[in-house]
Every structure is written in structure tokens, then in C-alpha cells.
């Protein structure tokens, strides 16, 4: 991983494990910053025109084995760096990513693949200027996602065979991906939340951790 960029932009990111409350914390972060003036880009795992209609088809087929999948997100993502991630930070802009390579090391080690592999694979991506962790319980995580819709194939990692009870298996796959973020927010020093939390007692630590950094781009 590249460590440090000279971009006039900056990147910020979320990680966590489904359910963690990413996508609703960095909506309200992406108001505020858009209220003090800045030009955000928020960009999405999965989500490259190219690659990503691939990959819904696949998982729709339950077809990907773990390197199969890896490999499908990796090229995703390295889609996503190079058209827009990296153009939006040399515009100026901040990119508030749910997601980045963190994800696909954290659930693709919880698949069995080798970490040192994966580290491998994403050498080319620069290190974020902030990284927020949403440390949260898989069994809550799984009970606010099944509320509002049913729990998906890989994301309750059925393909690894842990168990056959959909509950069951999100909880098993999930706290090997969890542990995975642990020991990466540990190295690398993310910025970790506790995800159990009320929605806006979150966003407020949020904003008083990034408020430095966009203090840095005036
Ligand atoms: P993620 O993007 O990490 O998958 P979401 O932000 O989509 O998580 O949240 C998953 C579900 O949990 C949503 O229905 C959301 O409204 C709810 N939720 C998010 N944050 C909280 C919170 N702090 N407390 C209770 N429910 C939450």
C-alpha cells in the first residue's frame, strides 16, 4: 500500500461488517461536508459499471469460489481507483469511500485466502488520510439488516458451509471478517466507533475527527 499521496483531495473511509451502520453515518458525514462547501465524491463498494453487473450475475448463480470473488471485487475496485477515486482527490475533492481495500482483505482472509496475497494485490492503492471502523456485534449487525430486508448469500457467507442456519452462518463468517478489521485497525491505526451506538452520537465524533483534516485543505 502506497503510504501518503500529494493530491490537493482527501480520502476518507468506512469499514465495517454489513450492518455496522457505514452507509448511514457517511450520508450524514457527506450533508455536512457538502454544507461547508466542499465537493464530495461518495463512492461504493461493488459499484463500477464495468465489473460489478459481473459479479451480480455471478453471486445471483452462487458460482464464485473464494479466489473467484476476491479476484471479481479486486478488479471492481481497481476499476472504481482509476476512474474515480483517484481523478476526484487530483480535482480537489473529498472522497468518502464505503469501503476500499480493507473489505476485500478482512472477508477474503475470512474465506481462507492468504493475507499476503491479498496485501499484494492492492499494493498500488494509496493509504486513506482516515479510516473509521464500526466495531459492532455480528448478531445486532444481522438483526438490522434482516429488519429491513433478507440476508444475502455470500454476505452471511453460506458458500463457506459454517452452517446451514442463515443466523448461524452470518454470525461465524462475520466474526472471523470482524477479526480481521481488528487486527487492521490496529496496525494501521484506524479510527474505531462503536457501531452499537445512537446514529447521531456517532456522527458527532465523526465530524470532530475529520474536521482536522478538512481544516487542512482551507
Ligand atoms: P452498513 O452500511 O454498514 O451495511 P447501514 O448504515 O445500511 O449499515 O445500516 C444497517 C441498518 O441498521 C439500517 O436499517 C439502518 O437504518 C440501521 N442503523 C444504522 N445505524 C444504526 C444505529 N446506530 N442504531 C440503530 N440502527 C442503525
Known sequence: MIDGHSCPGRLIVVE???GSGKSTQIELLENYLRLKGFGVLRNSWNSSQEISPIIKKAKKKQMLTPY???LLHAADFSY???HEIIPALNAGKIVLS????YTAIARDCARGIPRDWLMNNFRFAIRPDLTFFFRVDPGLAYDRITQVRDIKYYEAGLDMELSANPRESYVLFQSRVLEGYENLAK???FSVLDGSRPVEETQKIMRK???????SML
Open 16 to 18: 465495517g461488517i454489513d
Open 68 to 70: 473467484g470473488f476476491s
Open 80 to 82: 472504481r481507483y482509476t
Open 98 to 101: 464505503d469501503r476500499y481495500v
Open 187 to 189: 496496525e494501521l491505526g
Open 209 to 215: 475527527v475529520v474536521n482536522p483534516l478538512i481544516q
